[in-house]
């Protein structure tokens, strides 16, 4: 079992506690049943609004193992700040998964560089570095025999060159990046939009995947 940090971008009528974890827990359940495995499970972690308002929406009994009520994601961060913080988290995650600026020898470097840059210059990172990675592992592989042999090696290659490459399309196909639209499962990316209508909220969810 693994578990990671997924953001939801989301449009909820209420920011009073209870009404906005109903609402968040409907969204999440209507999302869960078109794109998540009957074995996975998740927990809402916290929202944020675009004027910086945040709500914890982690249970008191499980506060203990998510570190918090939730609204220690925002710890430090200027309420000014938070919207577009949360942005940038959402974007952060996309491109570890991505693999972006990742070097096998040392992939805490590429978090660091990552975590350097702004909103912008990050995406601009993504869209110059990505098409030409996936160019490059495209015609190597076009450009090679298949194995007569299964090849462990060359089957793991491939089967991350094809996950990138999905993360990417679905990066691209967002109205809102790195928010993605669409039936996408949470093995196959880390942000989606939710809202419909108009997004006013961003949702903060811990999802545990076997």
Not at 22 to 37: M, S
């Amino acid at each position: 079992m693994s578990t990671d940090r997924y953001w939801f971008l989301s449009h909820i009528e209420s920011m009073v506690e209870v009404e906005v974890r109903e609402e968040i827990e409907t969204q999440l359940a209507d999302f869960w049943q078109d794109c998540c495995d009957p074995g996975d499970w998740y927990t809402p972690v916290g929202v944020v609004s675009p004027p910086g308002r945040i709500i914890g929406l982690v249970p008191v009994e499980s506060q203990k193992d998510h570190g918090g009520d939730g609204t220690h994601l925002w710890a430090g961060i200027p309420k000014a700040r938070r919207w577009a913080w949360t942005e940038l988290l959402a974007l952060r995650a996309v491109a570890q998964d991505l693999e972006l600026f990742r070097d096998r020898r040392d992939s805490h470097q590429a978090t660091r560089r990552i975590e350097t840059l702004t909103f912008e210059d990050l995406l601009q990172a993504i869209h110059q570095e990505i098409p030409e990675r996936l160019a490059q592992a495209y015609r190597k592989m076009a450009g090679t025999r298949p194995p007569r042999r299964r090849d462990p090696r060359r089957a793991v290659w491939e089967s991350r060159s094809f996950r990138i490459s999905e993360g990417y399309r679905l990066l691209r196909q967002a109205d809102v990046s790195p928010f993605v639209d669409g039936l996408a499962s949470p093995r196959e990316y880390r942000a989606f939009d939710l809202h419909g209508e108009g997004a006013n909220a961003i949702a903060v969810v811990n999802i545990h995947t076997g």
